[in-house]
């Protein structure tokens, strides 16, 4: 006569299929769910102004550094040169940085840059001398005075900690650039008043030798007569 298993025996072998189903659902969870997940709500709780203010920044950045890269290749003016090569060192420094700071937080920062800043580096590229020299040197100007607005705010009013230091680190040095940008403005413009009036001086020197040159005509032919 066969002989059925006890009820402990029953009981045991449930619980063993019960342990076995647990542990494959565990594995077969997808390793990258969990980390997925974590960055989700990390991404989460960082405000909509930090997350706004780490968009900015990186497009400006990138911009800073494209343009920088311009400006140390086309500039006519050795100090241009080298205002442009400090924009690609200090702004691909703290790109750098930003990015890691967003990577952190889940966020993912823009790739290139935004529409008006390639329209903006297209017009540059077509100018050369000291037309380039003025027109990137005003750009500098008005970028770096917003940048410096933006930092300030984000500075003052970040929610994120770490958002709030790296503008708090970061501002001095744009403000820096700005007055950098300010001073080489001033320099440019000058230069470019002292080539114009060179200019209007040549042309009325000319004028003067062919009126002269004229009357010394208009003379001889009087004699002739």
Do not use: C
Request: glycine content about 8%.
């Amino acid at each position: 006569m066969r002989t059925l298993p006890s009820l402990s025996h029953v009981m045991a072998a449930i619980g063993l299929l019960v342990a076995s189903t647990a542990s494959t659902l565990v594995l077969a969870q997808s390793p990258a769910s969990a980390p997925a997940a974590a960055t989700t709500a990390t991404a989460a709780k960082v405000s909509r102004g930090d997350r706004n203010f780490f968009v900015t920044a990186a497009e400006d950045g990138m911009a800073e550094v494209e343009l920088g890269k311009l400006a140390s290749e086309k500039a006519s003016n050795d100090s241009v040169k080298q205002f442009g090569q400090r924009m690609v060192d200090d702004h691909g420094k703290a790109g750098d940085e930003l990015k890691k700071i967003a990577q952190d937080k889940g966020i993912t920062p823009p790739a290139e840059m935004d529409g008006k800043h390639r329209k903006l580096h297209d017009r540059l590229s077509k100018m050369s001398g000291a037309e380039f020299d003025r027109a990137y040197v005003d750009e500098m100007v008005k970028d770096h005075r917003n940048d410096v607005k933006e930092f300030q705010r984000e500075a003052k009013n970040a929610k994120d900690p770490d958002v709030k230091s790296f503008a708090s680190k970061t501002l001095p040095t744009l403000q820096d650039h700005l007055k950098q940008a300010e001073g080489l403005r001033s320099q440019v413009r000058t230069a470019g008043k002292g080539d114009r009036d060179a200019g209007a001086a040549s042309g009325k020197s000319d004028a003067g030798k062919s009126n002269a040159a004229k009357g010394d005509a208009a003379k001889s032919d009087t004699g002739k007569k």
